[in-house]
């Protein structure tokens, strides 16, 4: 990839840093409470997507490592990833959560003296879970987005968040629609797991269990037990809310070229309603 670093976020840029810890969960596995919790013990510059939703440059680094990670994307180039590739962006984290799944196979490979931490969850609580996310990534309100609002609003030779979210879900999921990534999750379930126990030695790896607080985790990383209790993210209603807010902010900044089409505006104000009933029924089934 460029040689050029990406920024974190719009302060001050960090410095890069030897990343320390590897939260590989898959999706709706507790990774906000986890960033919450390795924040909470003192890693810096913890990373999770819940914080970048807005930053489209960070999108389009997933988007490109998809291309070179996953081989069921059209897109799929072999390139592969290395850790000077991945710190482009991560460079200043000295941990990475949520992210860290989709792309576990290269992350492992790329930082083996990472610690990591494997978050389980059973498969009976999980699917249900991640099948609605999917279906809520690739339903009529994102592809509405994709398709007609983000057009307008990307500079050029930007794709889109949608776009790029939606890529490396299909490549995560070793699949070309959402219905063959629905029918995968048990392999996708299995396969992760087995592939984080294959790589890591048992010695860096703790296997999480939800609820267990934060005996095991700091016992693992070699950290004191703070007083505070074990922090709980509703990752769920985060996301929702996040997703919500820059839906919105992005049929806004598009309203001005879209106001010549005004059916397209009704559209996308009928589309951000119904995606709004559709984050609802995902939170409220989380």
Known sequence: MSEKQIRLSSGPQPPNRPLKVLSVGLPRTGSYSMCLALSELGY????????????????????????????????????GMTAADWDELFGPCEAITDIAGPFVESLLRSFPEAKVVLCERSFERWEPSVTQLLKSNFGPVQN???????????????????????????????????????????????????????????????????????????????????????????????????????????????????GLYLGGFIA?????????????SWMASS
């Open 44 to 79: 810096k510059d913890v990373y999770h997507c819940m914080y970048t939703l807005d930053n489209l440059e960070h999108w389009m680094f997933f988007g490109q490592a998809s291309d070179r990670v996953f081989p069921m994307l059209p897109s799929y180039n072999g390139q």
């Open 144 to 258: 509405f987005i994709r398709d007609w609002v983000e057009p307008l609003t990307r500079g050029k030779g930007q794709t889109s968040y949608v776009e790029n979210l939606q890529k490396m879900l299909l490549g995560w999921s070793r699949s070309q629609n959402l219905d063959e990534a629905i029918s995968n999750l048990r392999e996708v379930y299995d396969r992760h797991n087995d592939t984080v126990k294959e790589l890591v030695p048992p010695e860096n790896l703790l296997l999480y269990k939800l609820g267990s607080g934060w005996e095991p985790l700091c016992e693992f990383l070699g950290r004191d037990v703070p007083d505070a209790p074990f922090p709980h993210g509703n990752e769920g209603a985060a996301l929702a809310k996040t997703i919500w807010n820059k839906q919105v902010r992005e049929v806004k900044k598009a309203a001005p070229t879209m």
């Open 268 to 280: 996308a104000l009928l589309a951000l309603r119904f995606g709004w009933m559709y984050w609802g």
